[in-house]
């Protein structure tokens, strides 16, 4: 290794970069020759064996050994995203394109802070955020910023609501001056089967479990909007205090779409505003067959929208989008050393007046290139490929006796279990997953459910056919 630890423009620099980058391409292309995804190895094994690696020693290994330790020890029990052998979560293989974009991120290290640590990555972001509005039916009022995850994007959505709601209703600075004395009556409703983001937001706002009220589903597991109204109406009567809903467009578990314009309405009735998470559905927004599905999000205050979920682009790509910008100054806070108020003035954008993180990564790049290389086309063959094997795999279920398949899938997940006991259909996942298959497990109705989520664009009808008839074998039903 050269004393530099950086690149620089020396030769010997650029030339040791793309050795590193070329050995490094090569590590990765011998473990993708494991065809599961999963090695199966035990976690005691794999726990002793990784920590018997230590972590730093008087003197360095240099690259090709560190590098020759990584590929031996850590690499073969990786998860492989790429496997159809693997669809237990909102957990996404990663386009090519999207790879190479993280090299250039993290090559460059731009920090999207200030305009003096990320220029064209600023304007990328502002440009992408912008389109991105438009693509969900919002208007030139609206803005949003790249977040690292829907967790933050939905964290950042309910501050921002909670705040303007203050604002609007009592006149109340919270940034100033933190929470109004009757914090303890903030409402925010949200379906039982929304995600614990909402639960963790609200203990993180200083309004507590509590505020967060769980709406009951119907058959197809979205809102239900009679009890959603009847729950509001009450609350008011009782003194409570509704500021938010939260309608999820997919979620989690069962991919279920709330009625938006249901919400929208009720929310309008009783002053409340109203965010979609739209962290897995949003993707349906560039399939050309099932964008109708979440055709109305521009009704919505803000929305989460996940790329490293559907639009397979790697960990972590999320922004959060508000159809106000004034929604976002709850961030904005002047630093003398970071983002001056004269500057904006002259147009340099600052984009940590929006963002809760200060250091921040170019992940809109991502976004960019994996857009512009595939287009709308590409991106609805792979979002509808994994709708279509979705539709696939429930059909078969429902006409196979030895399964339950309770939910119809809206998007790409599917929730099922074989017509056994829970233990049954847990030993099915377990020993599965030794055999490096990892699908999902969740709880419906008080019972242990199996779980299939769908966004591997490899996947075909005939590998879903052979998983049914290995999930038979696994539990006896054959
Ligand atoms: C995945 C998910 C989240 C959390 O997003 P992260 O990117 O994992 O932080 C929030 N809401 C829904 C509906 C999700 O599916």
Same mark, same amino acid.
């Given at each position: 290794?050269?004393?530099?630890?950086?690149?620089?423009?020396?030769?010997?620099?650029?030339?040791?970069y793309?050795?590193?980058?070329?050995?490094t391409?090569?590590?990765?292309?011998?473990?993708?020759?494991?065809?599961?995804?999963?090695?199966?190895?035990?976690?005691?094994?794999?726990?002793k064996?990784?920590?018997?690696?230590?972590?730093?020693?008087?003197?360095?290994?240099?690259?090709?050994?560190?590098?020759?330790?990584?590929?031996?020890?850590?690499?073969?029990?990786?998860?492989?995203?790429?496997?159809?052998?693997?669809?237990?979560?909102?957990?996404?293989?990663?386009?090519l394109e *999207?790879?190479? %974009?993280? $090299?250039?991120?993290a @090559?460059?290290?731009? +920090?999207?802070? &200030?305009? /003096?640590? =990320?220029?064209?990555?600023?304007?990328?972001?502002?440009?992408?955020?912008?389109?991105?509005?438009?693509l969900?039916?919002?208007?030139?009022?609206?803005?949003?910023?790249?977040?690292?995850?829907?967790?933050?994007?939905?964290?950042?959505?309910?501050?921002?609501?909670?705040?303007?709601?203050?604002?609007?209703?009592?006149?109340?600075?919270?940034?100033?001056?933190?929470?109004? *004395?009757?914090? %303890?009556k $903030?409402?925010?409703? @949200?379906?039982?089967? +929304?995600?614990? &983001?909402? /639960?963790? =937001?609200?203990?993180?706002?200083?309004?507590?479990?509590?505020?967060v009220?769980?709406?009951?589903?119907?058959?197809?597991?979205?809102?239900?909007?009679?009890?959603?109204?009847?729950?509001?109406?009450?609350?008011?009567?009782?003194?409570?205090?509704?500021?938010?809903a939260?309608?999820?467009?997919?979620?989690?578990?069962?991919?279920?779409?709330?009625?938006?314009?249901?919400?929208?309405?009720?929310?309008?009735?009783?002053?409340?505003?109203?965010?979609?998470?739209a962290?897995?559905?949003s993707?349906?927004?560039?399939s050309?067959?099932?964008?109708?599905?979440?055709?109305?999000?521009?009704?919505?205050?803000?929305?989460?929208?996940?790329?490293h979920?559907?639009?397979?682009?790697p960990?972590?790509?999320?922004?959060?989008?508000?159809?106000?910008?004034?929604?976002?100054?709850?961030f904005?806070?002047?630093?003398?050393?970071?983002?001056?108020?004269?500057?904006?003035?002259?147009?340099?954008?600052?984009?940590?007046?929006?963002?809760?993180?200060t250091?921040?990564?170019?992940?809109?790049?991502?976004?960019?290139?994996?857009?512009?290389?595939?287009?709308?086309?590409?991106?609805?063959?792979?979002?509808?490929?994994?709708?279509?094997?979705?539709?696939?795999?429930?059909?078969?279920?429902?006409?196979?006796?030895?399964?339950?398949?309770?939910?119809?899938?809206?998007?790409?997940?599917?929730?099922?279990?074989?017509?056994?006991?829970?233990?049954?259909?847990?030993?099915?996942?377990?020993?599965?997953?030794?055999?490096?298959?990892?699908?999902?497990?969740?709880?419906?109705?008080?019972?242990?459910?199996?779980?299939f989520?769908?966004?591997?664009?490899?996947?075909?009808?005939?590998?879903?056919?052979?998983?049914?008839?290995?999930?038979?074998?696994?539990?006896?039903?054959?």
């Amino acid at each position: 290794m050269s004393d530099s630890p950086i690149l620089t423009n020396a030769g010997k620099l650029r030339e040791e970069y793309r050795n590193m980058i070329d050995k490094t391409v090569d590590a990765v292309l011998s473990s993708f020759s494991d065809k599961s995804a999963f090695s199966g190895i035990d976690p005691y094994t794999l726990r002793k064996n990784i920590g018997a690696l230590g972590l730093i020693d008087e003197k360095g290994l240099g690259f090709d050994e560190t590098l020759r330790m990584t590929r031996n020890e850590i690499m073969p029990h990786l998860l492989r995203t790429w496997s159809t052998s693997y669809m237990p979560h909102l957990h996404s293989p990663a386009t090519l394109e *999207s790879i190479a %974009a993280e $090299l250039i991120i993290a @090559t460059f290290n731009n +920090s999207m802070d &200030s305009w /003096d640590q =990320s220029p064209a990555a600023t304007e990328v972001e502002v440009s992408v955020i912008r389109n991105l509005a438009r693509l969900f039916g919002y208007g030139e009022n609206a803005d949003g910023c790249f977040t690292s995850g829907g967790s933050q994007s939905n964290f950042s959505a309910i501050t921002a609501i909670r705040d303007a709601f203050l604002k609007k209703q009592y006149g109340w600075d919270a940034k100033k001056h933190g929470l109004i *004395s009757d914090f %303890a009556k $903030l409402r925010l409703y @949200t379906s039982e089967i +929304s995600h614990f &983001s909402m /639960d963790k =937001s609200c203990h993180m706002l200083g309004l507590g479990y509590d505020a967060v009220r769980k709406i009951p589903v119907d058959a197809r597991c979205r809102v239900d909007l009679d009890e959603f109204e009847r729950m509001v109406g009450s609350d008011v009567r009782s003194g409570l205090i509704p500021f938010c809903a939260v309608a999820t467009i997919g979620t989690t578990d069962f991919g279920s779409i709330d009625d938006v314009a249901g919400m929208k309405r009720i929310c309008d009735k009783y002053s409340m505003f109203l965010h979609a998470d739209a962290a897995y559905g949003s993707g349906l927004i560039l399939s050309r067959k099932h964008r109708d599905r979440i055709g109305n999000l521009g009704l919505c205050d803000s929305i989460t929208v996940d790329f490293h979920k559907m639009f397979l682009l790697p960990i972590s790509c999320s922004a959060v989008l508000v159809k106000d910008s004034s929604l976002l100054e709850c961030f904005e806070l002047h630093a003398d050393y970071l983002n001056r108020e004269e500057d904006e003035e002259d147009g340099y954008i600052n984009l940590v007046g929006k963002s809760m993180q200060t250091t921040r990564r170019f992940d809109a790049l991502k976004v960019f290139m994996a857009f512009k290389s595939r287009g709308f086309e590409g991106f609805s063959k792979i979002i509808d490929t994994a709708v279509d094997n979705a539709a696939y795999f429930y059909s078969r279920l429902r006409k196979d006796s030895s399964f339950e398949a309770p939910v119809e899938p809206e998007i790409s997940s599917v929730v099922f279990r074989l017509d056994a006991e829970d233990n049954v259909n847990r030993r099915i996942r377990r020993s599965l997953m030794e055999k490096g298959i990892v699908i999902g497990q969740t709880v419906m109705g008080g019972k242990v459910m199996l779980k299939f989520t769908l966004l591997n664009p490899n996947l075909t009808h005939d590998h879903i056919d052979k998983l049914i008839e290995m999930i038979k074998k696994e539990g006896g039903a054959v």
